[in-house]
């Protein structure tokens, strides 16, 4: 199957998933994406598990602590939820790590070439945020004011659109030099 | 604020996409005839800065930080139509490749954040223009961190009334509306407070550089 091929099963797994209401089904059908996953798949599965653990654990309690407060607990529901949420986030893992999405999307060639260029973005503005994270802790021996605090994320908000505009310009001239468009 | 995977029923994420849809065309509409070596750039530069702007840490009082949405300052710059997509973009990318939010739940997180904030950002900012720019650009930002706040409280609280077991068992988010709009508006009133400071910080120096 080709990458195209695999996005659309992928989706159609994800829109199955939530018509699915027994968890046994449930469960049968992540033993089976994990098997099917082959060598990688504690790696995704302990991915998965860190992705999903603050909202699933805090739905999860809350749903408990509620629910037993006014009698009407059901543990078949936490089973469902959580299992329905860790099969689903264990697909789009295993989907991104067997199928390069770029080429998934190589149909629509315009988003490919947004998304593939927003990626590079977002590698170089990553690393901007980065150094003014490391910077602004250098240079805080005691526990910042919420003034200076927010004056430092305005100095971050300011340096990315500084940079994301040169970065657009210098694409726009790269590409017009290289006729990206001219067909 | 992002919703993920597993916890939005069939009969809400389905219709959300068909109104994203029309949405995405609307917002594309126009765009697509000037696709040319200025704007595809410009658009990615939009999704690239529209999501490294969500980790920016904007600061609470206590100690505390929250993180920027960059709705509110993509839509006063760049228009509605253009923050929609690019913030659509982010949440695509977002959820394949990072794993955060979910493709089930894309939709209503596109439609939410990227159309509702940035349309309350842009309807507020010509409302209460007559207060002063700084005024009117606050109000914006924390409008446009507020009313997300609401549409995804509100379609989280109706979950249970939507998609249940006959004896009433949710099947997908388990809380209601009395539980789901103080929990997600609380956090997001303050949060708000942070984004206006972080907006009103870089819409000054926009207008400094005379990009507005």
């Not at chain 1, 590698?123 to 602004?136: C, K, Q």
């Not at chain 2, 702007?53 to 904007?58: F, P, T």
């Not at chain 2, 309807?123 to 650009?137: C, Q, S, W």
């Amino acid at each position: 199957m080709n990458a195209r091929g695999w996005l659309f099963a992928y989706l159609a797994a994800l829109v199955a998933a939530t018509f699915i209401h027994v968890p046994a089904l449930l469960a049968a059908l992540l033993l089976l994406a994990l098997a099917a996953a082959g060598t990688t798949r504690w790696r995704l599965l302990r991915r998965t598990l860190w992705a999903v653990l603050a909202f699933n654990l805090t739905v999860s309690a809350g749903y408990a602590l509620m629910t037993l407060w006014q009698g009407s607990f059901s543990a078949d529901y936490l089973i469902l939820v959580n299992l329905r949420v860790v099969l689903m986030v264990f697909l789009g893992f295993w989907f991104v790590a067997r199928v390069d999405v770029l080429a998934a999307l190589a149909g629509w060639p315009t988003a490919t070439l947004v998304i593939t260029l927003a990626l590079g973005q977002i590698r170089s503005l990553e690393r901007v945020i980065a150094d003014f994270r490391l910077a602004f802790t250098s240079r805080n021996v005691a526990q910042p004011r919420l003034r200076d605090r927010a004056s430092h994320a305005g100095a971050q908000g300011i340096a990315l659109l500084d940079k994301s505009m040169a970065a657009a310009t210098e694409s726009a001239l790269a590409m017009r030099s290289r006729a990206a468009f001219d067909d | 604020m992002h919703i993920p995977d597993g916890f939005l029923s069939p009969q809400t994420y389905l219709p959300a996409y068909a109104v994203a849809a029309g949405a995405w065309t609307w917002a594309a509409r126009g765009l697509r005839d000037k696709l040319d070596e200025t704007t595809v750039p410009r658009l990615a530069m939009l999704t690239g800065l529209a999501y490294v702007l969500g980790l920016v840490m904007v600061p609470l009082p206590g100690g505390t930080s929250g993180h920027a949405l960059g709705v509110a300052l993509l839509a006063l710059l760049f228009g509605v139509r253009l923050a929609f997509l690019a913030y659509s973009g982010v949440l695509l990318l977002q959820a394949l490749l990072f794993g955060a939010g979910g493709i089930t739940a894309l939709a209503v997180n596109a439609l939410a954040m990227g159309l509702v904030g940035g349309m309350a950002a842009v309807a507020a900012k010509k409302l209460l223009d007559r207060l002063g720019d700084t005024a009117a650009v606050a109000a914006a930002a924390w409008l446009s961190v507020a009313l997300p706040g609401v549409v995804v409280a509100l379609v989280l609280g109706i979950q249970p009334l939507i998609a249940h077991r006959p004896d009433g068992t949710p099947l997908f988010f388990p809380f209601g509306l009395a539980i789901t709009l103080p929990a997600v508006l609380l956090p997001h009133a303050f949060i708000g407070i942070g984004e206006a400071l972080l907006t009103v910080a870089v819409w000054r120096y926009a207008k400094s550089r005379r990009w507005t």
